[in-house]
Structure formats: C-alpha cells, structure tokens
C-alpha cells in the first residue's frame, strides 16, 4: 500500500529564511504527488501538484517542490519564508488517477520575525 | 465562485448521540469525499462519492457511520452513536472528476464528543 512520511513534526524559520520541507513515499511506480498547506480553522489548500513530465513543479505562493524518483522524494521548497507562510503542510500522493489520497501526518511551520 | 461548505462548524455533543454534517460541493463537481482528521495527523478519507454513488467507503466504520448524496450534490455524514474517540475533525472535499483532480476543501466541522 502507498504511504507517506515526512519526517519533520515541526520547522522554525526565521522571516526572510529559505525553507525545505521533506516528503517521501512509498510506491513502485510513479504516483501523483501533492502538497497542500492548511492555516487554523481552514481547509487545505493545494499548492502544487506532480503528475509527470518536469520534475520541478512551479505552485502558489511562490513554492516549488521537486520529484526525486532515486530518493523516492517529494520536497517542497521556498526560497524566501514569509510570516503568513506560517502553517501546516501536508504531503500526499495517490497511486494511480482513480484510487484515493494518502496524506502524510503533516510539517508544522513556524516563521520567527 | 463559492466554495465548498460545511456546516456546522463546530458541534459538542455528549456520547452515545446522534450527529449529522452536512457539504455542499462546487457547483459542477462530480466527486465529493469526506475526510477524517485527528489532532496533529493527515487527513483521512472515509468515503469517496462519484456522483450519488459510493465508490470507496472501505475506510468507513459502517456500524456506527453511513453517508449519502442524494441526487449527487450535497452530502450528508452521519454518527450514531458517538464514542468519545470521534472527537476530531470532519473534511468535505470536492473535486470535478477524478482523484488527481485538485481536490478543494472545506473548512470542516470540529466536532467534540463529551
């Protein structure tokens, strides 16, 4: 079965830093990749997405996340952090365009002024 | 352009009572998921409608859960009875077609089982 890890409970950065969060999956092929970023009280909001073809995917607000099929890995990327990047992320992935989302536990982002 | 709605947003109930949420999906829509959130974990999917029917509900305790969709728009969740173990939060989602689709979320309802 698929599955998702990321490694990191929980980030502080400074305002201004540059930022990677980690992903990796489990799966033999090569799956649909996500990451969605969720604020309190609000729901998930996609901020990119990876299906195939280049392996730098460009997303809102000015992340990037990269697919490494050697690592197994899906890192989400920006290189200047802003205070209301502060947020949860969450790494997904699905096997195949029809079968469901596994979500990882989730990157909690603090951002320091 | 609307998004999904949730309502309520916040209910407190004691165990063994009933509770219902409900969703509307955007307009157009086709696919509508329910979600399962725990404090500090990843979404969860309980069940995945293509339009009225249920296509993956393997994820969903049956004894004491059911959904439906009538007439594939708005979506109804249903405990009955609530354990305390439900406490957490319940994401609606909608997509046009299919999984890879974007899916969009709603704000969910924190519900707290006393």
């Known amino acids: 079965a698929q599955s998702v890890t990321q490694p990191d409970i929980h980030i502080t950065v400074s305002e201004g830093a540059s930022l990677e969060l980690r992903c990796n999956y489990s799966?033999?092929?090569?799956?649909?990749l996500f990451w969605y970023v969720q604020s309190p009280g609000q729901g998930l909001q996609l901020l990119l997405k990876?299906?195939?073809?280049?392996?730098l995917v460009q997303g809102i607000k000015g992340f990037e996340a990269e697919f490494k099929r050697s690592q197994s890995s899906f890192n989400l990327r920006k290189p200047s952090v802003h205070w209301s990047d502060a947020a949860e992320y969450f790494c997904?992935?699905?096997?195949?365009?029809?079968?469901?989302?596994?979500f990882g536990e989730g990157t909690q982002l603090t951002v320091n002024p | 352009e609307a998004g999904v709605v949730q309502s309520p947003r916040y209910k407190i109930i004691e165990k063994k009572q009933p509770v219902a949420f409900w969703c509307n999906p955007i307009?157009?829509?086709?696919?509508l998921y329910w979600y399962l959130q725990n404090l500090g974990q990843g979404p969860e999917l309980l069940i995945r409608?293509?339009?009225?029917?249920?296509?993956?509900d393997s994820q969903l305790p049956k004894d004491r859960f059911s959904a439906e969709r009538l007439k594939g728009v708005d979506s109804t969740l249903k405990i009955q009875p609530a354990e305390l173990g439900d406490s957490a939060v319940y994401l609606c989602?909608?997509?046009?077609?299919?999984?890879?689709?974007?899916?969009?979320f709603g704000p969910g309802t924190r519900l707290t089982v006393l």
């Open positions: 989602a909608s997509s046009f077609s299919r999984v890879a689709d974007t899916q969009y």
């Open positions: 799966y033999g092929a090569t799956p649909y």
């Open positions: 990876y299906f195939s073809g280049d392996t």
């Open positions: 997904a992935v699905a096997e195949t365009s029809g079968s469901r989302l596994t």
């Open positions: 307009s157009g829509h086709n696919t």
């Open positions: 409608y293509e339009n009225e029917e249920a296509v993956d």
